[in-house]
DNA sequence: GAGCACTGC
């Protein structure tokens, strides 16, 4: 395949002329090896693949958990239009041209990030919707006909007709995703929108891409008549003729927070369900009451039913219809206890080629020498095409793995290359993996579980999977986050099983042994029950849910989590002393932040700290990972350190980033050149400025901040830096120390031992006490984000609290 | 003188 056929990535699969060129070579080798899969629970249960079958096997798929956000090539020119748009946000200032960015404050540079809908080419679109868009419709008809999901259509409809919520389990491959909503739109219930939320921001956009084009419809804010739109922060792409929208878990959280019964919507189908982020636990709890309220007589705000469709991959059907199914307690009046909900239930199959699984005879503690192997005797043994996807537990195990792998290649035949990936790899060297390799190369991917989900990576036959991954764990009663390594559950192992098996018959091999297999959880634990839940109970009090000890949890958090997180935010000042939200809990619930950066900014905008555009401008940047470059050779190090000599502060990290972002955003000539000659990551200090002017907004929304206010571009006085570090004190309190006469720094709250990171300005000096913004544990008990504040302070917020 | 799985508003 040429370079440019690999570069346009997803767009080969949306074309249908392409699609049957490619599955026409792929069906020859797939075919003859096509059999019930080999393992109980595991999707291999197609056992027939007609022509057109496997001519589609993949591309709903694809779409569906797209790869990292290629640029999609072109063949609508509107589409083109809309892409060059949205790249000439994230690329260099360079490209913006110069006189607009002379015009503009710095405040607003980056403009155009945040997009209104407008209707550039309205009056072109608006007449008719032009024949390539019909055409492309009525060519991908056929192929939405074969999808799995197709033939319950009906079932879906009448199911909804009858019951207000249905809950549908597809497995990979069913077309769920696209199909269910437009089963939907012409429903006659259907009057309003339908809302889909998806964990990621890019599985929402190219869904909603793929939905418009089986529709023969515009996307978004292309064209008034558009029915197909997105939203995701950052990027809405939603007209007034939307009738189904993507959006964001998150994105759906913030317009319930706006608008609690939803009104603009006839149905929400809340897809991906089984990976249980905090924000789809939520959702769930908050459409459980809604649709309880509205089959209760409804409100003055709403009266016509809400249609809620729970989709989810693995088999946890009975505990949703067990979930939705319950009344509220059963001390609750008996007009709850008479009702008895019906739930509709829907199973779908999967797509998916048999994967054959092989496991080790005995543990390893060894995974790194035990992939190296498997991998060699792979090569030897398979035949070419058929790439190697690696499950490793972070960067150091791949990065070793690599140069091994990479090492012995180089002794034998130079026809296998070690591709790592994971999340903190820079974009451009995350897309080799999708480049063409030389002739008879085979690839092998280290990946973290970045793979698992996130990232389809194409071609890939044979997956070896360590059985273990980091995952992050609050505990509660140190109040502190740890990364630990844990064995990951069946069914992420199946998960990575199943990626061996997307475009043929796959095998897979397994770093432990059955039996370790067996001993594993069943179910990877929901992240409510291992992360800290402040920001959680402060939604839900924002939404008016008062009694948040018995919101309806699908999974309930320990009491002692819960209690916890009260405390916090009544600390906070979120909470009143009765546990009703307060008025500064009700602002900070509207920004993107947790509760504690979002004290911090309320606190700056006190008349008596008036600091806010500063603090904004820090806040925006602790909210993006690692603006300063991580350097390997002592040598660049040491240039760096050199470089950035001009924007390091005495006082510590939180003034250094406030300087970062006020050169940054003052630069008007080549910002990229900026970042480089002081080994700043351009990427972060793009997303920087959105997040920054996003708060902009939100603040004078909210009145904090007078449309007129100057941006302060001068590096603060004494004074004013007083005022920052009292407002991040206020609230980061948890998060003090003071040295003691041993040199160390000790907890105000909690009496434990920490120690200023090396990545802090302040690392090896002594202050009287610092405020840090995050406390790692990694051997040792690190703070980061690390400024000098006086005693006398901290003692002052906490007496206040106390 | 250390090291960081992955999302998202």
Redesign the pocket.
């Known amino acids: 395949m040429s370079k440019q056929k690999q570069s346009e990535g997803q767009t080969s699969v949306n074309n249908p002329a392409d699609a049957t060129l490619k599955s026409g070579k792929k069906r020859k080798r797939a075919a003859p090896k096509l059999e019930a899969g080999p393992l109980k629970g595991f999707a291999g249960k197609v056992t027939k693949f007609n022509e057109d079958d496997s001519i589609v096997a993949a591309p709903a798929e694809i779409h569906k958990e797209p790869v990292i956000d290629i640029a999609v090539t072109g063949y609508h020119s509107h589409e083109a239009e809309e892409r060059s748009k949205r790249s000439q946000d994230q690329t260099s200032a360079k490209s913006v041209p110069k006189l607009r960015h002379r015009k503009t404050r710095p405040a607003d540079t980056n403009a155009g990030v945040i997009k209104q809908p407008d209707y550039p080419r309205a009056n072109k679109s608006r007449e008719a919707v032009p024949p390539h868009l019909l055409k492309k419709r009525d060519a991908l008809l056929p192929i939405r006909k074969s999808l799995p999901i197709w033939p319950q259509a009906d079932t879906i409809k009448s199911s909804l007709k009858k019951n207000n919520i249905l809950v549908l389990t597809g497995e990979t491959g069913s077309g769920k995703s696209t199909q269910v909503p437009q089963f939907l739109a012409s429903e006659p219930w259907c009057t309003k929108c339908i809302a889909i939320t998806q964990?990621?921001?890019?599985?929402a956009i190219s869904l909603a891409r793929r939905v418009a084009e089986e529709m023969g419809t515009f996307m978004g804010g292309q064209s008034p008549a558009a029915k197909v739109g997105y939203s995701?922060?950052?990027d809405n792409a939603t007209g007034p003729g939307t009738k189904i929208k993507f959006l964001?878990?998150?994105?759906l959280?913030?317009e319930m927070l706006r608008d609690p019964v939803m009104s603009q919507y006839s149905a929400i189908v809340v897809d991906e369900v089984h990976e249980r982020?905090v924000?789809v636990d939520l959702i769930l709890g908050f459409l459980k009451n809604l649709v309880e309220q509205m089959e209760n007589g409804g409100s003055s705000k709403r009266k016509d039913p809400l249609k809620v469709v729970v989709m989810s991959a693995t088999a946890d059907v009975e505990s949703l219809v067990k979930f939705f199914e319950d009344s509220r307690a059963p001390s609750s009046s008996a007009l709850n206890a008479q009702i008895e909900r019906r739930i509709s239930t829907c199973f779908v199959e999967g797509r998916q080629y048999p994967v054959k699984t092989t496991y080790l005879p005995e543990p390893t503690q060894d995974w790194v020498e035990s992939a190296l192997k498997i991998i060699f005797q792979l090569h030897y043994k398979e035949p070419l095409p058929g790439d190697v996807l690696v499950f490793l537990?972070?960067?150091?195990a791949i990065e070793g793995l690599e140069k091994l792998v990479n090492d012995y290649a180089e002794g034998m035949d130079k026809d296998l290359l070690a591709l790592p990936l994971?999340?903190?790899l820079p974009q451009h060297a995350q897309q080799r993996i999708f480049q063409s390799t030389p002739f008879r190369t085979r690839k092998v991917i280290l990946a973290?579980?970045?793979a698992e989900t996130?990232?389809t990576v194409p071609g890939v036959r044979y997956v070896i999977d360590c059985g273990k991954?980091?995952?992050?764990q609050f505990r509660n009663r140190l109040g502190l986050e740890s990364?630990l390594v844990k064995p990951i559950s069946r069914s992420a192992a199946i998960q990575r099983q199943g990626r061996a098996g997307r475009e043929a018959a796959g095998q897979c091999y397994r770093l432990y042994t059955e039996e370790g297999f067996k001993t594993m959880d069943e179910r990877t634990t929901p992240e409510i029950l291992r992360c800290d839940l402040s920001?959680a109970l402060l939604t839900m009090k924002a939404r008016g849910v008062h009694d948040v000890l018995n919101f309806p949890f699908l999974d309930r958090p320990p009491r002692e989590a819960l209690e916890k997180a009260l405390l916090q935010l009544l600390h906070l000042q979120a909470l009143s002393d009765d546990g009703s939200i307060s008025d500064v809990g009700l602002k900070i619930a509207k920004?993107?932040?947790?509760p504690t950066l979002g004290r911090v900014l309320v606190e700056a905008a006190k008349p008596e700290r008036d600091c806010l555009l500063d603090v904004i401008d820090i806040i925006s940047a602790l909210?993006v990972?690692?603006v300063f470059l991580?350097l390997?050779t002592e040598e660049r190090?040491e240039e760096a350190e050199e470089a950035r000599r001009e924007i390091y502060r005495r006082e510590g990290d939180h003034l250094t980033l406030l300087v970062t972002v006020q050169r940054y955003a003052e630069e008007q000539t080549d910002r990229k050149v900026w970042c480089e000659k002081h080994f700043v990551s351009h990427r972060a200090m793009q997303n920087v400025m959105n997040i920054r002017k996003q708060l902009q907004q939100q603040c004078t929304q909210l009145k904090l901040l007078s449309p007129d206010d100057d941006q302060s571009s001068s590096a603060p006085s004494e004074a004013r830096s007083q005022a920052i570090l009292q407002s991040v004190l206020r609230g980061f309190i948890s998060n003090t120390a003071r040295l003691m006469p041993d040199g160390s720094y000790k907890t105000l709250i909690g009496n434990q031992i920490v120690a200023i990171?090396?990545?802090s300005v302040l690392?090896g000096r002594k202050v009287e006490a610092i405020v840090f913004n995050e406390f790692?544990f990694?051997?040792?008990a690190?703070a980061?984000g690390v400024s000098a504040v006086q005693l006398d302070w901290v003692s002052e917020v906490v007496e206040s609290v106390m």
Request: hydrophobic share 35%; net charge positive; no cysteine.
């Open positions: 964990p990621r921001r890019v599985a995701v922060r950052f964001t878990e998150g994105m959280l913030q982020s924000n537990t972070g960067q150091d994971f999340a903190a973290t579980n970045i996130s990232v991954s980091k995952i992050k990364l920001q920004f993107p932040l947790t909210s990972e690692n991580n390997v190090k990171h090396p990545s690392f790692v990694t051997g040792k690190w980061r």
